[in-house]
């Protein structure tokens, strides 16, 4: 229990998906700009990135195998492709409200490279079946963590008096870095 | 080479299995009626169908809880093209919403004491003003609904009818009217 608790820890704040290991990127600056956007991209993020995670490990342990390695990444983009595809629909049903506010980030979360990323991390890293689905969630959640607190600061930056070269994505970026910076402050925190 | 396609092949089709049980298991129910009802109506808002907007009264009435005879902006044209989709007599304006001569609300700028609450009332944003400033209302945008004439707590705004002079006249459009049902 303890291993997951650090993995999970490990994910969320040491080893954060964005701020760390620079992958998400995209998102990260696309749908930052409100908050509610932010927290629905979060969520459906995490659904995706567990069911990920879980699913391509199935599939390069039991299905792949050492002799058919080099399939790995094609076989884990279409299983992510039709992981979204499915979380679509899924929300399109229950929740039109927030199928509206993703729009056309949802589909793009299949060219989410956080989400391709964590998968091939849990190959290189050797997790097991939970400890990969673990390290998927850990993931995720850093990804929606560090997502929401951007977002806020960034609508917090509208309102700021920025000088002009630097307004909009440039101060984004700015502000990203200092971000990334604190969060190096974890560092120390699990080994 | 042969287990590689078998596999890819094999991933390809539960994939697309699944996706397609998903696509009639969580198939979202469009009423494409509602879109037609809501391209007809005048899209106003003004609210004096009862419902808060041009697509609730749509949906209303695709559901069959309101009368198609309810929108004063739409006139007897827009209930004639909304009786002939829906396969029904078409009908005379319904009660306490007789016809009235095209007009626009004015803003009289002596009274206005800039309490915005028009404003807030306006459901096609025509009238310009802020706090304590005082407003006044677009032509142009006006639709005539009269929602912002009871929140003005001075009785400052009034209709005022369009005459019809050599600027403001318009081509009419073809209209047949409808006799009242005995």
Known sequence: ?191 | MLSALLILGGIGLVLGGILGWAAIRFRVEDDPLVEKIDAILPQTQCGQCGFPGCKPYAEAIAKGEADINKCPPGGDDGIRRMAELLGVEPKPLGEGLAHKPKSVAVIDENTCIGCTLCIQACPVDAIVGAAKQMHTIIEAQCTGCELCLPPCPVDCISMVVIREEIDSWKWRYPVYMLKQAA
């Open chain 1, 1 to 191: 229990m303890r291993d997951y608790l650090l993995i999970l820890i490990g994910t969320v704040f040491v080893n954060n998906i964005v701020m760390a290991k620079m992958l998400g990127l995209c998102p990260f600056m696309g749908v930052s700009r409100k908050l509610e956007t932010a927290i629905g991209m979060g969520a459906a993020t995490t659904f995706v990135l567990t069911l990920a995670s879980g699913a391509s490990y199935l599939i390069d342990t039991y299905l792949l195998g050492a002799e058919l390695s080099y399939l790995r990444t094609l076989s884990f983009i279409v299983v992510i492709a039709g992981i979204v595809g499915f979380t679509e629909m899924f929300i399109k049903k229950t929740s039109p409200v927030l199928f509206r506010v993703l729009g056309i980030y949802l589909p793009l979360i299949t060219t989410n490279c956080a989400v391709l990323g964590i998968p091939l991390l849990n190959v290189q890293a050797e997790h097991n079946f939970v400890e990969s689905l673990f390290f998927g969630m850990g993931g995720a959640i850093g990804f929606t963590l560090v997502l929401v607190l951007f977002a806020a600061m960034r609508e917090r930056l509208e309102a700021a008096d920025v000088p002009a070269p630097f307004r909009g994505t440039s101060i984004a970026l700015v502000t990203a870095a200092l971000m990334s910076l604190a969060f190096m402050g974890f560092a120390g925190l699990i080994k």
